[in-house]
């Protein structure tokens, strides 16, 4: 077989293979699946290329891509979906149009839009081959919609819900603030001197107004926001708008009437930042965001929804709606906090660092919290960078929210170790210890280590003595009698070691570092609330309602709408133990020699307990820093409980007495 017929028998056999495998003529609804593909994925390029040249005629390329990705970008679009069905039937071989009915749904900023169109595919034969194309129109944007007519949206910003105090007066409220700007066309050539007036006044930089200025949209008539100033720099105001081309407008703003007395609690808002956006749905550019406080804790239900329509504007004027969604202000949050009482606890701090609650420890109803020293939200949202760094570095950290951390409480941990050990028999009320001494050690193994007492009375020492007179070397002593397993458990019952069921996330108190009392110093030593011992202030103020309702340990509210009298720990003690206690810590205050006795007053009668931590010590003999605590309640009416912590008090244990002291007083006028 020569090479010639070879290969004519290899064409025919190739000739026949082809013809076997002849692709049928594509049907309208395969091309149209195609192009449902493209454009559920947004892919406009491949769209338009599968249009007919009439649709193509309608709007250009490059029109018609960019209008596609603006109104789906403006509105949001997101979910799109396009659902049609596949005729069972092939289509009649001499038919040069076909019909498919489609749905379109998706979700946009105005909710959800769904309508049904028909796509109109037009057959084209080219070289032997059949396809279809689409003759796109404008109604496969929105039904009804005509070439002429244009997308319109409209935002409603919805109102963001205000955060008030147990009497309905504003912590956090809807109000207004200075937005000072400048209109570059009026600076007529006094563009330097009038940008260093305005950064010197306004405490910024005259590159960040630069860099506002030189921002692509500007035009020389247009008003460029330079910067936001609270509502009560009139004085600031006045000197802006002396300025030529300066113009200061009242804008919507977030006030906060407490200012730095309740700003750890509250927090405030700032600008929305990209990451802001992306970890969080319904964000823009522009929107604002809780930071820090309840503002942010709160932030879902006080943000509230936006409303906004879709709607199509007619060359005459008309529209028709295709979406819309109402707005939803946000939503009040009301607090058991007392505005005034609030105030009063910040004042009494006078600018040292500290910490106080103050809760009615029968109902659990938090009056207030406080934590010093502090920062003025009004201020602090409109600071920039620099100004914020300044206020971070600042020795006494006013941005530290004290009634967040645990700390060391000294002797207000004393009825707590008082009343483990009563309860495991331990102790008894009536029984003494002989202290011979000021210094004590359990042996000769604590080598150099020392627990030292205040006061000597120069007789054996009961509970009640011990309590009175803050006696560390007899809690040490009953704190090794415990024992460290026993110790732990009842430290436990009180909810140390336990997250705090509290409506603002705050530290639990602990134990130990490592929840274990390893030694008898570490012992002995956590017996008088040294150690590594620490109580939250909150849960601090928690455990001592045990000493007022039974043995039961009151769950702290904070929230006008929670159950108020809710127990969150049941029977921590029994009755003789809570009797035992409570009158003891009464005779701390109404004892002339009781270390609380400064809180002594006819007609109010307080109980409580004082004490003196040291913190930052190393070595035994080193100085420490003192921070004086003191907790009290009154005994009559028992309707308020005051927690209080002063840092760095050095002696002056009295301070805070005497600052819980006028608390009390002032709440009862």
Excluded at 56 to 65: A, G, L, P, T
Excluded at 188 to 204: F, N, P, R, T, W
Excluded at 239 to 258: C, G, M
Excluded at 582 to 603: C, F, I, S
Aim: aromatic content about 8%; hydrophobic content about 35%.
């Amino acid at each position: 077989m020569n090479h010639k017929r070879i290969l004519r028998l290899l064409c025919l056999f190739f000739l026949i293979i082809l013809t076997g495998c002849k692709s049928e003529d594509a049907q309208p609804s395969d091309v149209f699946t195609t192009y449902v593909k493209y454009w559920s994925n947004q892919n406009f390029t491949k769209m338009y290329e599968m249009h007919t040249p009439e649709a193509k005629k309608i709007m250009k390329k490059d029109e018609f891509v960019e209008r596609y990705k603006k109104i789906y970008g403006d509105l949001e679009v997101k979910d799109l979906k396009i659902d049609f069905e596949k005729p069972k039937d092939k289509i009649d071989p001499d038919a040069k149009t076909a019909t498919i009915p489609f749905k379109v749904t998706m979700n946009t900023l105005a909710g959800p839009v769904e309508f049904e169109q028909k796509a109109k595919l037009v057959k084209v034969e080219k070289e032997d081959k059949v396809t279809w194309q689409v003759n796109w129109n404008t109604g496969f944007i929105f039904a009804g919609m005509e070439p002429e007519d244009r997308v319109g949206l409209k935002t409603t910003k919805a109102a963001r819900g205000e955060i008030l105090d147990r009497n309905g007066n504003g912590l956090a409220i809807n109000g207004g603030a200075y937005e000072v700007g400048i209109i570059p066309g009026q600076m007529e050539g006094k563009d330097g001197e009038i940008k260093s007036q305005v950064a010197s006044i306004l405490g910024i930089s005259v590159e960040s107004i630069d860099k506002a200025l030189n921002a692509s949209w500007v035009q020389p008539d247009y008003f460029v926001p330079i910067k936001k100033i609270p509502n009560t720099q009139t004085d600031v105001v006045t000197q802006l708008e002396n300025i030529p081309a300066v113009t200061v407008n009242k804008v919507e703003s977030r006030v906060y009437p407490l200012g730095e007395a309740a700003a750890h609690l509250i927090g405030y808002v700032d600008g929305v930042t990209a990451e802001d956006i992306e970890k969080n749905k319904g964000y823009a550019p522009g929107d604002i965001i809780g930071k820090r406080g309840l503002e942010q804790l709160f932030e879902k239900q006080l943000k509230g929804e936006n409303g906004a329509s879709i709607y199509l504007k007619k060359p005459d004027g008309t529209t028709a709606t295709i979406a819309e969604k109402p707005v939803k202000n946000g939503k009040n949050i009301q607090l058991t906090i007392d505005s005034t009482l609030q105030q009063e606890i910040m004042a009494k701090f006078n600018g040292k660092a500290g910490t106080s609650v103050a809760m009615n420890p029968k109902t659990g109803e938090m009056l207030a919290m406080v934590s010093s020293p502090s920062f003025n939200p009004n201020e602090y949202m409109f600071l920039s960078s620099s100004q914020r760094k300044t206020i971070e570095e600042n020795s006494l950290q006013p941005l530290l929210n004290r009634f967040v951390y645990p700390q060391t409480p000294g002797s207000v941990m004393k009825p707590f170790t008082a009343a483990i050990g009563l309860e495991t028999n331990k102790i008894t009320a009536d029984q003494t210890r002989n202290i011979t001494s000021k210094q004590w050690q359990k042996d000769s193994s604590w080598g150099g280590y020392f627990v030292t007492r205040v006061t000597d009375p120069g007789r054996p020492v009961n509970l009640k003595d011990a309590l009175v007179f803050s006696d560390n070397i007899y809690f040490a002593q009953t704190a090794l009698d415990i024992g460290a397993d026993s110790f732990i458990d009842g430290l436990k019952k009180f909810g140390f070691d336990e997250e705090i069921p509290f409506t603002y996330p705050v530290k639990a108190s602990q134990i130990s570092n490592d929840g274990k009392l390893n030694g008898d110093v570490l012992l002995a030593d956590s017996g008088y609330g040294q150690g590594e011992v620490q109580t939250n202030v909150v849960h601090l103020a928690a455990g001592y309602t045990a000493f007022i309702n039974d043995g039961n340990m009151i769950k702290p509210i904070l929230v006008n709408e929670e159950e108020p009298s809710q127990v969150w720990k049941k029977s921590v003690i029994s009755t003789n133990t809570v009797k035992t206690i409570a009158e003891d810590l009464r005779e701390v205050v109404a004892n002339p020699r009781g270390t609380g006795h400064l809180a002594n007053m006819d007609g109010l009668p307080l109980a409580g307990k004082t004490g003196t931590a040291e913190v930052g010590k190393t070595t035994q003999g080193e100085q420490a820093q003192e921070n004086g605590w003191f907790v009290a309640y009154n005994t009559d009416t028992q309707d308020l409980l005051v927690a209080m912590m002063m840092e760095s008090i050095q002696g002056e244990g009295k301070i805070v007495v005497n600052a819980v002291k006028e608390i009390f007083e002032s709440y009862k006028k």
